[in-house]
């Protein structure tokens, strides 16, 4: 790629032609590149069964290709038309209340349903016999935001087929699932059912067989990626060069994207932080995304250049801030910035979501001015750190089946938000400015000094043994209150928890007092850089050491004075075990603790507000400085290196007042 590309989602069928010229002027204006197109175009390209109508499409095509835009072009998958709803009620998907839902709405096709196979692959098909030549095609875009789960009768038949095909037997499925727990015993099975609020579910994910729900929700995730791959497929036959991706969503509940990524010719994900969403949450979800795609650069495919239509409160993005994250994008191994919208729409719920060109229709606005500068700052950087990856000291763990099979658990507390809990340590490692990988579990580890994995609840076979050779190498594992319990079919590890963990924590826990959401502990540490007096709640383990060493214990309640944190030599490395959720600030001294002991140095030096990320690419290191602050923040820049955006040359140990929203691109002298 010779630049970063720059542009977004255009919808030009919901507007007259003369529009669309008047269009392509303005993306000139704003050094716009690259245009997603045909999202949602599906009710026009095929009106009736047997009749498909191209012409509005090639039309849309000319028009952009003679204003020399690259194409992401969509499949336009994801809403099926209307007729097909009436004609074929199978493909409408069925809530767990078992209420057949109607036409309308988009990801509302029944993922197993063969009619909503046959014609998205079909529909696949025609736009890559059609469009597949054109020079300036450069990915495929399969519908838009797939997610969502279905309880139809076809699901539940092919959900049957998965199981057999996991389980073999029947016997082995009433083992795996533990079946003789309230009389669940199968003795066919087609006696099985996906679990539904109607049966096995209740409101808020509470099940009565954990299991089931697991494997449900893996299920409706492969469901949904065997109608990505589907048309995947049809593609690759027909443009074998041509890549293909779809849109994610960064810790997205329904999909396991780690599969996913597996399957994807590259990332692509929609960045959308609610106001008031912490930085380093967003650079949580787009190393999550980076890892997805075994750390390849990704494709920022679509934030808004100004507002959303959906949050409650829909605040503009302040000036400024727009240009911000999408720096924050780049420098979290993006390859492009690209919005949705291009215009806005005039009807529908996206009518007030911000768009490049507004509804006013002209480029006298703040956002398409900061938009055009933008436009063509990524113009003047060229290709400079376009294609180049970050490379994690630290890692931290991200685990779908860990999520579902946490947050589906009855017990020990309702507070239990894997995300979040990841989070927390993403955070604190991520303050201290190092370079931080947020991976799965079939990631290879011998790149990473430190390992987080807090809330492994779910050990999957070969896990324990990786991780034990990750610390006897010399990592530092971190791991947490309700991790090592059970096994891939929710099965409690009996023999002590934290299971098959135990040994390479040093120490067993015996039991685990939940506390309600106002309520916490305290931990007492007499480590040198810990020592102190830190809240923790959430929930604390009552701990018996095995060898491990107790560096801080309980302040309150019966179990006061018990080891609350201990460390365990293990190898040539060390275990963490955090018995209790400590308060953040507790999180900080820690995280600079562990990275200080194993030597890993910032790519920036750590500063409240202030991130960093390096991108690497041969020889070169490109390390993007963000000012995330509400008020202008002096740096010191620590080594020589050139600003790429300014050309400003700058001298080891030089200060440097970053304006609010103020980005640094820095290439190492
Ligand atoms: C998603 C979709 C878009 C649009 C935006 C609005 O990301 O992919 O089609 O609906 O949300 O924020
Ligand atoms: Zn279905």
Request: proline share 5%.
């Amino acid at each position: 790629m010779n630049k970063i590309l720059y542009g977004g989602d255009y919808n030009p069928e919901q507007w007259p032609k003369e529009t669309w010229k008047e269009d392509m002027r303005l993306f000139g204006m704003a050094s716009v590149d690259t245009l997603t197109i045909n999202v949602f175009s599906w009710a026009a390209l095929q009106p009736s069964e047997n009749e498909y109508n191209f012409s509005v499409l090639d039309e849309i095509i000319e028009t952009v290709s003679a204003a020399d835009m690259k194409i992401c072009l969509a499949t336009a998958t994801a809403t099926h038309p209307a007729w097909m709803a009436r004609k074929y009620p199978e493909v409408l998907r069925v809530n767990t209340d078992g209420s057949k839902r109607k036409f309308g709405d988009r990801q509302n096709s029944c993922p197993n349903s063969p009619v909503y196979r046959k014609y998205s692959a079909q529909l696949a098909q025609k736009l890559a016999e059609r469009y597949g030549k054109l020079d300036n095609l450069i990915a495929w875009h399969v519908s838009n935001e797939f997610g969502g789960f279905c309880y139809c009768e076809t699901c539940e038949k092919a959900f049957r087929k998965w199981l057999a095909q996991k389980y073999k037997t029947i016997e082995s499925l009433n083992e795996a699932w533990n079946a003789h727990f309230w009389g669940h015993t199968y003795y066919d099975w087609n006696e099985i059912v996906i679990p539904s609020h109607l049966g096995g579910e209740w409101a808020h994910n509470r099940t009565s067989c954990q299991i089931q729900s697991i494997d449900y929700r893996r299920f409706n995730s492969d469901s949904v990626l065997d109608c990505y791959l589907a048309e995947a497929k049809v593609l690759k036959e027909i443009t074998p060069d041509i890549p293909v991706t779809t849109n994610l969503m960064g810790t997205f509940w329904d999909l396991d994207y780690q599969k996913w990524g597996k399957n994807m010719d590259f990332i692509a994900w929609d960045n959308y932080p609610s106001p008031g969403t912490p930085y380093t949450r967003t650079a949580m979800n787009h190393a999550l995304m980076r890892g997805c795609g075994d750390g390849k650069p990704f494709f920022l495919l679509e934030q808004t250049p100004s507002v959303t239509n959906w949050q409650p409160y829909n605040s503009l993005k302040r000036p400024g801030v727009m240009r911000l994250w999408s720096y924050q994008a780049l420098a979290h191994g993006s390859d492009t910035v690209m919005f949705f919208q291009m215009r806005r729409s005039r009807g529908c719920c996206e009518k007030f979501h911000g768009a490049v060109i507004d509804h006013c229709g002209h480029e006298n606005t703040r956002v398409f001015r900061e938009t055009a500068e933008l436009g063509a700052e990524l113009k003047k950087l060229g290709d400079s750190f376009a294609g180049s990856r970050l490379a994690g000291d630290a890692a931290v763990l991200y685990d779908w089946d860990n999520w579902w099979a946490a947050s589906l658990s009855a017990g020990p507390t309702v507070n239990m938000n894997y995300p979040e809990e990841v989070f927390r340590f993403y955070d604190a490692l991520a303050k201290q400015n190092i370079s931080v990988d947020v991976i799965g579990m079939n990631t290879p580890l011998d790149t990473y000094k430190i390992l987080c994995a807090p809330i492994l609840y779910m050990v999957k076979p070969g896990v324990a043994d990786k991780l034990k050779e990750f610390v006897s190498k010399g990592g530092i594992l971190v791991t947490t209150y309700f991790s090592g319990m059970v096994n891939e079919y929710d099965l409690v590890t009996i023999d002590g928890y934290p299971g098959e963990l135990r040994s390479l924590c040093g120490l067993w826990v015996e039991e685990t007092d939940a506390l309600p959401a106002d309520q916490f502990n305290r931990l007492v540490c007499s480590e040198g850089k810990l020592a102190g007096t830190w809240k923790a709640d959430l929930l604390c383990d009552i701990i018996h050491t095995e060898g491990a060493e107790v560096i801080a214990r309980y302040a309150d309640d019966f179990y006061a004075g018990t080891p609350a944190l201990c460390r365990n030599s293990y190898g040539k490395g060390q275990v963490w075990y955090l018995g209790s959720r400590p308060e953040a600030p507790f999180l900080d001294r820690f995280t600079a603790l562990i990275c200080d002991e194993c030597g890993i140095t910032p790519v920036f030096p750590p500063q409240e507000g202030i991130e960093a990320a390096r991108r690497i690419k041969g020889e070169s290191e490109f390390v993007f400085v963000l000012n995330h602050n509400q008020s202008v923040t002096e740096v010191t820049i620590p080594f020589a290196c050139r600003d790429l955006l300014t050309d400003k040359a700058f001298a080891p140990n030089e200060r440097y007042s970053l304006p609010v929203a103020g980005v640094l691109i820095l290439m190492k002298a």
